[in-house]
């Protein structure tokens, strides 16, 4: 992508957060909303960081606010937003335990991730060995009984992090948004307790309608940060598959078998 209205970003590539209107050739982006992209980064990593990349950066400098010399747990350290967070968290000094299949802990150590297998391990008593004191922060993609063991896994000050997505949440009666209101409604009362540690809900889009100067602005910086780590080779995001755009169908059926690691990107 080009622009061309605004002075800045003449002649430079760009990329944009969009919620729908993504899987075309060619798009109408206010130009607030774009970000440029570095030289030195190819347009494919580039695509595989627009979302995964300021998830995982606003996770984990926004919301837990980590630091150096601290210690976090990371759920499916080998996923799309997981494998970034985790890498930002090892930039940023921080030590990571992270769960996945034992197929990914080869992977995961090569980086530096303490790993713990999910379907084989009990977690918390793993991470408890791993980290007897607790854990700074948790960051959670499952929900459920999961987001109760991250809570528990904390050190006073920790916070536990949330991006469960809305299919995740679904409750035992097939209703999403009420699975999504227990979430809520956990994370309220475990923020209302004095307690010492703070449970957030992480949705990338937050603000963007009623602070959308406020919400644009975070972006761009955030965005533009990623692409500074990319450029630098410190930051390596995940590919599974780079289609064409005109197999589409395909790309959805690979995202639907759930065995791509990684992104997989559309080519126009």
């Not at 494919?44 to 990349?53: K, L, P, S």
């Not at 949440?169 to 540690?197: E, F, H, I, Q, Y």
């Not at 630098?232 to 995940?238: C, D």
């Amino acid at each position: 992508m080009t622009a061309a209205a605004d002075p800045a970003l003449v002649g430079q590539r760009v990329a944009a957060l969009t919620k729908i209107g993504g899987w075309t050739t060619h798009a109408i982006i206010d130009t607030t909303d774009l970000v440029a992209v570095p030289d030195e980064v190819d347009a494919t990593y580039a695509e595989a960081v627009v979302t995964n990349g300021i998830t995982a950066w606003q996770m984990l400098h926004r919301k837990a606010r980590v630091r150096a010399g601290q210690t976090i747990l990371v759920h499916g350290a080998n996923g799309g937003v997981g494998s970034l967070l985790a890498q930002l968290a090892l930039i940023a000094g921080v030590r990571v335990i992270g769960t996945a299949s034992s197929q990914h802990h080869e992977e995961l150590r090569a980086l530096g991730i303490t790993p713990v297998d999910y379907r084989t391990e009990d977690v918390p008593a793993r991470v408890r060995e791993l980290a007897p004191g607790g854990v700074d922060a948790v960051f959670d993609n499952v929900g459920g009984q999961n987001l109760d063991d991250a809570w528990a896994l904390l050190r006073r000050g920790g916070s536990v992090v949330s991006y469960v997505r809305v299919a995740s949440a679904v409750d035992g009666n097939g209703s999403a948004m009420l699975g999504v209101l227990k979430v809520l409604g956990r994370m309220w009362w475990w923020n209302t307790v004095p307690n010492g540690r703070r449970a957030y809900f992480y949705n990338l889009w937050a603000g963007r309608t009623f602070t959308r100067g406020r919400f644009t602005a975070r972006l761009r910086k955030d965005l533009g940060a990623v692409f500074d780590l990319l450029a630098s080779g410190q930051l390596s995001p995940r590919i599974a598959a780079t289609l064409p755009l005109s197999q589409i169908a395909d790309a959805m059926k690979l995202a639907e078998t759930r065995t791509a690691v990684g992104k997989i990107v559309l080519i126009p």
